[in-house]
């Protein structure tokens, strides 16, 4: 693609396994997912969205008990594997997967996850998660930098805390601003979601200035707490001992 001003530019297709699928399938939904729906020869990125599997039963929130099967890390990411040896894409990766579902996975990996989405925040900054990734050269992304409030997990904590209300005001910035500067500042990159135009602005407006010692040392005191759940997604069912 080409910009009005003749800059060029080149959009990243990243797309998640649809967990129904997630056993032996992998490639063969790829490849239908190419043809009929994307168009494309191939994509930059795909990702394992979580390690859970569903029953094609299943059908929205929240999932009834018997829809939700274990996982097989190891056939399925040997079927991601495959997929970007056959060139159907560029790189793959993981998503919500903890310490743990990493260590399992590169038991029998050949080709590492070249990235781990995950929750993380000031309010949830995932610092033993992120040491491991980078330890076995697996890049963070960030998603619900600000906490998702409006979704079925989310929550406004971020912009209640006075930590952050305190150094933004300080800085002359928003409290957003200083919650994305904060992620960006731990080397991780981050997804941030928002159809309002200046916002998007404001967004953009972290890197030209930084947090101070201070600062940063006060933002990793805060107290620490998960903002993803299961039980509005999946139901009050015990899933946790498949995805942590």
């Known amino acids: 693609m080409a910009a009005g001003d003749g800059i060029g530019v080149r959009l990243q297709v990243v797309v998640e396994i649809d967990k129904a699928e997630a056993h032996g399938a992998v490639v063969a939904g790829l490849s239908w997912l190419l043809r009929r729906k994307l168009k494309l020869d191939y994509v930059d990125m795909y990702l394992i969205h ?15 008990r018997e829809h ?3 996982f097989d890390i190891k056939s399925v990411w040997e079927g991601m594997e495959e997929c970007q040896n056959l060139g159907l894409t560029k790189a793959i990766g993981v ?37 491991f990734c980078k330890e076995n050269g697996i890049h963070v992304t960030a998603y619900s930098p600000l906490g998702a409030n ?7 904590r971020i912009f209640e805390g006075d ?3 305190n150094i ?31 916002r998007m602005k404001q967004n953009l407006q972290i ?3 930084s947090l101070t010692e201070k600062e940063a040392s006060e933002i990793s005191r805060l107290p620490q707490c998960m903002g993803l759940t299961f039980a509005p997604l999946f139901g009050a069912h015990d899933v946790t001992k498949w995805v942590r």
């Open 168 to 198: 933004a005001k300080a800085k002359g910035k928003t409290t957003v601003q200083v919650s994305l500067r904060w992620v960006y500042e731990q080397g991780v990159s981050l997804l941030v979601k928002s159809y309002n135009k200046e």
């Open 207 to 209: 890197f030209d200035w």
């Open 163 to 165: 930590v952050l209300k």
């Open 50 to 64: 979580m390690p859970l599997r569903f029953s094609p039963l299943a059908k929205g929130s929240p999932v009834p």
């Open 150 to 156: 409006g979704t079925a997990w989310g929550n406004n």
């Open 95 to 131: 998503c919500n997967f903890s310490r743990k579902k990493l260590g399992e996975l590169l038991l029998n990996a050949k080709i590492p996850p070249a990235v781990n989405h995950v929750e993380m925040n000031p309010l949830w900054q995932q610092k033993e998660l992120r040491e």
């Open 68 to 70: 939700i099967l274990p």
